[in-house]
């Protein structure tokens, strides 16, 4: 008997602004606890909301990159619940006109194969705070700083058929709001968060199964984890006859298995109602156009257009324009070098080894474009070969950007002085005597023999195409 | 001078005949003596009151701040004041000191005024006698017996008594309006985003709105200039420009279009009520208005629609008094759902939880459809209501209540308490201004009659309202007990 | 209305009732709901639903760090605090 898996995600993004959704204090994180907590966010008597317009550009511009329908008229509502990390009371969030309607994002799998992912809706809210539970003995600790960050809600549609899948559309989300600048992405700070709901049906069959809804699961390697127990945990109930309860379940990934959260299961009733506190949203197109005008170029295009104006594989343009920076780190290099191609190898091989390493972004790198730049101009002007370009480079990934001060430093500039060559050449053909007999003999694989004692005398710096051309006129 | 306006004692400060501090001084001096008897202040801060005063002699030499500088005011319990109890009437609130101050407050000291204390109220304005306060009831200085209205029944006590020429109040539902007629003073809500919200404690955020009861119309228009404006603190308030009120006051009415509708003049309502509008009503005639009969169709849905909507924004609003950040805890909780229930059980009067369960019922599961829904459908009919009217008139006039004040207890049920705001609740739910104005007096208490304007005719209703003071006495009627408090040794005159 | 119905209603809204408020709130609330229920006698099919009573739109504000740090101040206000935390119950996930 053969199973399908139906996923859909919940994907709770913090926005990069600078300040709360609807209150001026700093949404910074690791700060002290509630120093970043003001008197609305504490919900305070008295208190009002006035929302931070960036996190609205942030959302419709997110919405332009999924080619979502943009909420012109958007409406926030109050969704109540009792949760000491909720001053308020309730949240303020978007219930029946999000600023973000349908929309879609393409996910490409591990076949190379695309697949488009519906998005339902995407709307803004506020985040909680947080509790802490093991900082004292009888009691749980409330700090509010992160209380009032803004948070993009996006819901998929119910059309991830495989754990694989879920990671992927995942992955394509995080690059995707990189790309925006509209959050830093982090999964480990929680700036990115993933609830998944997940059920499973025998293949074939229309109707869907009864879904449990996973949450917050806080990295891509988890989600793949906790999709796949999950159903794992349900086909198995299934096909000993049971049936499955809809419930929201937690990710142990210690223990590498999903458990029921009883504390969520109280009927909860969450009344939502427009907040009469906010009058709604109303944008006009105009105001969209802006927004879309400063959309910067998103990865598919990109990729289209490495390939056409700088004749990169597929392969090469996909993992090059994955990430925002990374795209804009080669395109430097590429212009400045004029070799796109050399660029692209010495960024994918050399450069991604060493931020692996590192454990470091690219816009950390301690190669700049400038340096990289300059180490294949080098190369592309004969003064490096590409074996002693790898030992500048080494020198580079400790921060040295002085690509020619390494290279007199090292003494590492390629021979292209014919005469000195020559001589080199002369020296190794009179102390091998034998192999040039074998040579004239005509046992021609001896001319590597020659090559390789020319580079060992030159201590590798003589120009390999040069010592080439000199021999063979010498060899005759 | 304790019975002179706001208008009368700005005169009095500018040419000298007293000081600030003279005036504090007596206005404190007649709190200490009178208020025990009426119970209208929660809180006497005598102190910044004379700070204040002291403050306002000092650089009266050099020009003075607006109209308001160096008078005394007092302001509803529900307006935060920095530094001050801020209890909002409730026991939830009763040790919360407000670390920031309500715009309304701040506007109304930048403009000079000083602030003698915080008045007494329905707990978080949930009434309409001052009864459901954690301090006690407020006594109607006409008759001690009786209520002041509600909710700002403090606000009106004080005045009426001439305990303070003005002060702040607040209107949700009547609270402003119904008060002012009970105890013969005139009590202005303007449209809804004219004064900011902010720092004002919510009941239902989008029915409150901040106003004034004063003795008369020109010191309604000196307290409003003051307060009114937009804040960048207060999303919803609006960002129209103020008009100088008191520049208008006098303009002619001739030709003004006044509707009289014909639902606030039914069989039901008490003849002499009517008798008492209708007097009014042909003393503007004499000033060159036209009455207009008028019909609001909706109206006799506004009191159900409104204990849908009010109640519902209310259970949200006060969904944060949980015990964890301010206000009361109950004694050592044994869970965190001990916690909730006990303190708000405790921090919460009857009233007060029987709204919050009204409005959470009403946006239940299955429920939210058939009455949150439906309210707010039936809300929009009650605006059209008006909206068409203003086509055909220019103003609309009716009776504030359909009684005058009843004695304290009077009204033990609640639904009975409910329908004492049938006048006056549909112009908070359409958001317009509304003004009631002393009209008459029945049986030695005094009637209101109500002025209802579209969006922003603030102007245009003080301008009726003090046309009409300047040819009728009702407005100077003042109560035995204010003319002792007046005339009482000590007092200064 | 019924008990019941009031027990699930004190419960969303975090109130504890005595056994007298229960009664008292089945009759007042169960009178009061008659009071509204006037609203049904009024057909409003396809009549938008007004939430505020004003019909202009939103006003934003500027994305700019205005406050600074209050804990101090704030915190004093709490019933229970400490280590710079708001208290309550221990909660048990």
């Known amino acids: 008997m053969s199973w399908e898996i139906v996923i859909g995600l919940e994907v709770h993004v913090q926005l990069a602004t600078k300040s709360k959704l609807f209150s001026g204090s700093s949404t910074s994180f690791g700060a002290k606890p509630n120093t970043h907590a003001n008197i609305f966010d504490l919900a305070l008597p008295g208190t009002l909301p006035v929302m931070n317009v960036e996190a609205l550009r942030m959302a ?216 009469p506190d906010l009058l709604p949203i109303m944008i006009d197109e105009a105001y969209v156009q802006t927004i879309r005008n400063t959309l910067p170029e998103l990865p598919e295009a990109k990729s289209a257009r490495f390939q056409s104006q700088y004749g990169l594989s597929t392969y090469d343009s996909n993992v090059l324009s994955a990430d925002r920076d990374t795209a804009e780190f080669f395109e430097l290099v590429a212009q400045g070098c004029s070799n796109p191609k050399l660029a692209a190898n010495w960024i994918m091989v050399d450069l991604q080894a060493v931020l692996n390493k590192q454990e470091i972004s690219i816009s950390e790198s301690p190669v700049t474009t400038e340096s990289l730049t300059l180490l294949i101009q080098r190369i592309l002007d004969n003064t490096l070969s590409s074996k002693t370009a790898k030992t500048v480079f080494e020198a580079m990934q400790e921060g040295n950007t002085d690509v020619d001060g390494i290279i007199e430093a090292k003494g590492l500039k390629q021979m292209t002085d014919t005469g000195a060559i020559e001589a080199i050449i002369l020296q190794v053909l009179e102390s091998s005597p034998t192999q040039v007999a074998q040579y004239l003999a005509g046992e021609k694989k001896v001319f590597g023999f020659f090559i390789g004692q020319v580079m060992k005398e030159s201590k590798g710096k003589a120009n390999p195409a040069q010592v080439n051309a000199i021999l063979k006129e010498k060899l005759g | ?24 001084q007596a206005y404190l001096k007649a709190i200490e003596i009178h208020n025990p008897r009426l119970n209208a202040f929660i809180t006497v801060t005598t102190e910044t009151a004379l700070a204040q005063a002291r403050a306002a002699d000092e650089r009266r030499s050099s020009g003075k701040l607006s109209a308001l500088d160096g008078i005394p005011i007092a302001h509803k319990d529900i307006f935060c004041t920095q530094g001050l109890k801020t209890s909002c009437g409730s026991r939830m609130l009763d040790n919360f000191i407000a670390p920031y101050d309500a715009t309304v407050v701040e506007k109304l000291a930048a403009a000079g005024a000083v602030m003698l204390g915080k008045t007494n109220m329905d707990e978080f304005a949930m009434g309409s006698s001052n009864e459901t306060s954690y301090y006690g009831p407020v006594h109607n200085p006409w008759d001690l017996e009786r209520v002041p209205g509600g909710s700002s029944g403090g606000s009106a006590a004080v005045v009426a008594a001439c305990l303070a020429p003005g002060a702040t109040a607040t209107d949700t539902g009547g609270s402003i309006r119904q008060p002012a007629a009970f105890c013969n003073l005139s009590g202005l809500k303007p449209t809804y985003g004219r004064v900011s919200r902010w720092g004002m404690i919510a009941f239902a955020s989008s029915l409150d709105q901040a106003g004034t009861m004063t003795r008369n119309a020109e010191d309604s228009a000196l307290m409003l200039q003051a307060m009114a404006g937009f804040d960048p603190k207060d999303s919803t308030s609006a960002d129209i420009a103020v008009p100088d009120y008191r520049s208008s006051l006098a ?202 304007g579209p969006d922003f005719s603030e102007a245009l209703l003080l301008n009726v309202a003090h046309l009409y003071q300047q040819i009728t006495d009702w407005h100077k009627y003042q109560s035995t007990f204010a003319q002792t408090v007046c005339t009482e040794k000590g007092a200064m005159s | 209305m019924d008990k019941s119905i009031i027990e699930n209603i004190a419960q969303l809204a975090r109130l504890q009732l005595t056994e007298n408020e229960r009664e008292e709130a089945t009759t007042s609330i169960g009178n009061i709901l008659s009071l509204i229920d006037q609203l049904q006698s009024i057909d409003t099919t396809g009549i938008e639903p007004l939430a505020h009573a004003t019909s202009s739109s939103q006003r934003l504000r500027e994305d700019l760090v205005t406050e600074t740090d209050q804990s101090e101040t704030l915190l004093a206000l709490a019933p229970m605090a400490e280590e710079g935390m708001f208290l309550v119950p221990k909660v048990i996930d």
């Open chain 2, 1 to 24: 001078m304790l019975n002179q306006g706001i208008a009368e004692l700005e005169a009095m400060l500018d040419n000298r005949s007293c000081s600030s501090v003279e005036l504090t």
């Open chain 2, 251 to 452: 303009n002619s009415i001739e030709g003004l279009r006044i509707g009289i509708p014909k639902e606030h003049f039914s069989s039901e309502l008490n003849p002499a009520v009517a008798e008492v509008v209708h007097c009014a009503l042909s003393e503007l005639e004499k000033l060159g208005a036209k009455l207009i009969e008028i019909s609001l169709p909706t109206s006799h849905l506004s009191v159900p629609a409104y204990y849908v909507v009010a109640p519902a924004e209310a259970s949200a609003n006060l969904s944060r008094y949980d015990g964890v950040r301010y206000g009361h805890r109950c004694q050592s909780p044994q869970d965190l759902e001990d916690l909730y229930k006990r303190s708000r059980a405790e921090g919460f009067g009857a009233e007060v939880k029987r709204r919050i369960m009204i409005g959470t019922y009403a946006l239940s599961a299955g429920y939210y459809d058939a009455y949150y829904v439906k309210a707010q459908q039936v809300r929009r009919l009650i605006r059209q209501d008006f909206e068409r009217a203003f086509e055909q008139v220019d103003l609309i006039i009716g009776p504030t209540s359909p009684h005058a004040a009843f004695k304290l207890g009077a009204k033990k049920d609640p639904v009975t308490m409910y329908l004492e705001d049938v006048f006056t609740i549909a112009v908070n739910l359409a958001g317009l201004p509304g003004m009631s104005v002393p009209a008459g007096m029945l049986a030695g208490l005094p009637l209101g009659m109500q002025l209802i």
């Open chain 1, 60 to 275: 419709v511009s997110f919405g332009l990159a999924i080619d979502a329908e943009i909420g012109m008229k958007s409406v926030f509502d109050r969704k109540n619940y009792f949760y000491p990390d909720l001053p308020k009371g309730y949240q303020t969030s978007q219930l029946a006109y999000p600023i973000v309607g349908k929309g879609s994002l393409t996910i490409t799998l591990e076949d190379g194969s695309t697949k488009t992912i519906g998005v339902t809706r995407a709307h803004l809210e506020e985040d909680a705070g947080k509790s802490i539970h093991d900082a004292f003995p009888a009691h749980t600790g409330i700090d509010l700083n992160r209380a009032g960050t803004p948070l993009l809600e996006i819901v998929s549609e119910p059309e991830l058929r495989s754990a694989k899948e879920a990671v992927a559309y995942l992955k394509k989300l995080h690059s995707l709001i990189l790309y925006l600048r509209i959050s830093d992405g982090n999964m480990s700070q929680g700036s990115m968060r993933c609830d998944a709901n997940v059920s499973v049906r025998k293949v074939g069959s229309v109707e869907f199964g009864t879904r449990t809804e996973i949450k917050n699961i806080n990295s891509f390697r988890f989600v793949e984890k906790a999709i796949n127990i999950e159903a794992e945990r349900q086909i198995d109930i299934l096909e000993d006859g049971g049936k499955i309860t809809q419930e929201t379940r937690l990710y142990d990934a210690n223990k590498n298995e999903t458990r029921s959260m009883r504390s969520k299961e109280i009927a909860n009733d969450y009344r939502y109602f427009p907040e």
